[in-house]
């Protein structure tokens, strides 16, 4: 394992990543705070609890899902796609450096990131609403793999994308709404029953229900069942990271 | 002495079903300087990216230093430093923190001193906390020759390394180049520039149409494929040759005042001494004799318009 390379990797990222810290600390910390005031106030002053939490608490696993999914994308993506962009990919590429170490370097900067951002918006949401969290190890397990799975995802966003369109269409059309229709802001028990079962083919469904689960010891569905539905998306993005890598998919002719 | 590369029957055929290389046989020594010479497209890039794992070959081999590039890919490109043609670096990093990335991209630990010492070979040491997007072209190219020099590599690739560079920067270029050859270094250069294969190659390969024509000393290939041209100037203006010199290819010129012969230098008889004697005997007197041997760019154009004949 060439650790210096995986390391050489991580730390130009995490460079990168430290120049436009005040960006990525203030844009997390702005989205919490307004969703706590349209979500938390308009709407929680209606439906005041959640299976015994109250509104603006039930959110934030939800919250900080959503945005770690996003962010955890986004970062991803955009890491590789960048290089492949302007060209610099090249290094890469020609550098002694096996796939695994390329996924893990960029993966883990985009994961870090990602948990980063997770743990500013648990900061700030605890500045609006009291929350406990009953399973602390299992949510920072949760929050990890989620970080790490949909940064693996990004990663193979990144090296499909030809152009910038393509690199902003699956977050978009696929993603944002599988997390709000997920369960991020509501329980899946307060749908009508058919809705329920059609939701239950949403994968985010499992990843947010468990999370939650971590916080509040609820659960949509069981918790078993969302820790092998992360489980298996990232290997199922790791599976696909190898194959691009075995056969040079979009990045050696 | 074992060859420190080995190329082997090498093909490729793109995507798009171009055959870009066609069966490429290449042996370089330990040490040397290869200019890789051919026209714009003829397969150079592609020979060098599959070499550096750029590009996946369609067939054929690679060894570096004996090791198979796919198999023994770690120990095959941790030999090697790229310079790719096109520059391609990030913006907003700094030129420091770019050569270290390099470096540590190629598993080597951080040597902050070999790092200085490389930007102060190229004149970079004063830029090293620069952005790469303050600097100028010349200078950006001198970063990726840093960055391919990061991990002291035994093989350094330069893929067309002075186009649209100054002659002053090039000139530093080779200095540089010849520094690492001195180190034992071996340098593989491509280029449509003809003296610049002349000026610092040891050997020239010719490339044309994804086929190697050939390769050899720059010396021996001067001297071998060199056509030599004889001027000889006319004491008095003379309307017509004489017959007798038709068949032997000479020419008029200069209006009547001189003659021109082409001959070879591989030939084992130039046939000057005969002939200045049979322009006695026609009474034709001279004034002067000029020689001169054909440039390295003529012996190119010559190969690759047979080529394509
Ligand atoms: N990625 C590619 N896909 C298809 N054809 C390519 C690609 N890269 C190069 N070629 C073609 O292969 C030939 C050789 O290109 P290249 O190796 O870049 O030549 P050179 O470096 O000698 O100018 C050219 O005809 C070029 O158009
Ligand atoms: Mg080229």
């Known amino acids: ?253 | 002495m074992a060859p420190i590369l080995e190329v082997e029957g090498l093909q490729k055929r793109y995507a798009s079903g171009h055959e870009a290389l066609s069966g490429v046989d290449l042996t370089i020594e330990k040490g040397e300087i290869l200019a890789l010479l051919g026209p714009n497209g003829a397969g150079k890039t592609t020979l060098i990216s599959i070499i550096c794992g750029l590009v996946t070959p369609s067939g054929g081999q690679v060894r570096v230093d004996g090791h198979d590039i796919r198999h023994d890919y770690r120990k095959a490109r941790a030999l090697i430093g790229l310079v790719p043609q096109e520059i391609a670096l990030e913006p907003f990093e700094t030129v420091w923190n770019l050569v270290r990335f390099s470096r540590g991209l190629f598993g080597k630990p951080r040597d902050d001193a070999h790092l200085e010492a490389v930007l102060r070979s190229l004149s970079l040491w004063d830029k090293r906390d620069a952005k790469v997007h303050e600097l100028s072209g010349g200078m950006k190219r001198r970063v990726l020759i840093a960055k391919a020099l990061a991990h002291e590599p035994k093989i350094l690739f330069l893929d067309e390394p002075t186009a649209g560079v100054d002659v002053e920067l090039r000139r530093g270029m080779w200095e540089v180049v010849e520094g690492l050859r001195a180190r034992g270094v071996t340098i593989i250069l491509t280029t449509h520039y003809i003296e610049e294969a002349e000026e610092i190659a040891d050997r020239v390969a010719v490339i044309n149409r994804g086929q190697i024509l050939l390769v050899e000393e720059k010396a021996r290939l001067m001297a071998r494929m060199g056509r030599k041209e004889l001027r000889i100037e006319l004491q008095h203006r003379i309307d017509a040759l004489p017959d007798r010199f038709a068949a032997q290819g000479l020419e008029l010129i200069h209006d009547g005042n001189a003659i021109l012969y082409h001959y070879d230098t591989r030939g084992e008889r130039t046939g000057i001494a005969s002939l200045l004697a049979e322009l006695a005997e026609e009474g034709i007197v001279l004034r002067d004799i000029v020689t001169r041997q054909s440039s390295l760019e003529e012996i190119f154009v010559g190969l690759v318009t047979e080529d394509a004949a």
């Open chain 1, 1 to 253: 394992m060439n650790l210096t390379a995986i390391f050489a990797i991580y730390r130009m990222e995490m460079l990168r990543f430290a120049r436009t810290i005040l960006q990525s600390f203030i844009a997390p910390v702005l989205s919490t705070s307004l969703y706590f005031v349209v979500f938390g106030t308009a709407i929680g002053s209606r439906i005041d609890q959640v299976e015994g939490v109250s509104y603006g608490a039930f959110i934030v696993p939800g919250l900080i899902m959503l945005s770690i999914m996003t962010q955890g994308i986004s970062n991803a993506s955009f890491a590789i796609y960048f290089p492949k962009f302007i060209g610099t990919v090249y290094e890469i590429l020609s550098a002694p450096v096996s796939f695994l170490e390329i996924t893990i370097g960029y993966v883990g900067a985009a994961a870090t990131k990602s948990l980063f951002i997770g743990a500013v918006i648990l900061a700030t949401a605890h500045l609006f609403v009291d929350i406990q969290i009953t399973h602390p190890l299992a949510m920072v397990a949760f929050m990890g793999l989620t970080c790490l799975s949909f940064a693996l995802f990004g990663f193979i966003i990144g090296i499909w994308a030809r152009n910038f369109e393509q690199l902003q269409l699956i977050p978009l059309l696929v993603v944002t709404p599988l997390v709000f229709l997920g369960g991020a802001f509501y329980s899946v028990s307060m749908l009508p029953p058919a809705w329920q079962t059609v939701t239950l083919f949403n994968p985010v469904v499992y990843l947010i229900s468990g999370f939650r689960w971590s916080f509040f010891g609820l659960a949509d569905v069981p918790v078993g069942l969302s820790l092998l539905a992360i489980a298996g998306f990232t290997l199922l993005c790791l599976g696909i990271i190898w194959w691009i890598f075995r056969t040079g998919y979009r990045l050696r002719d």
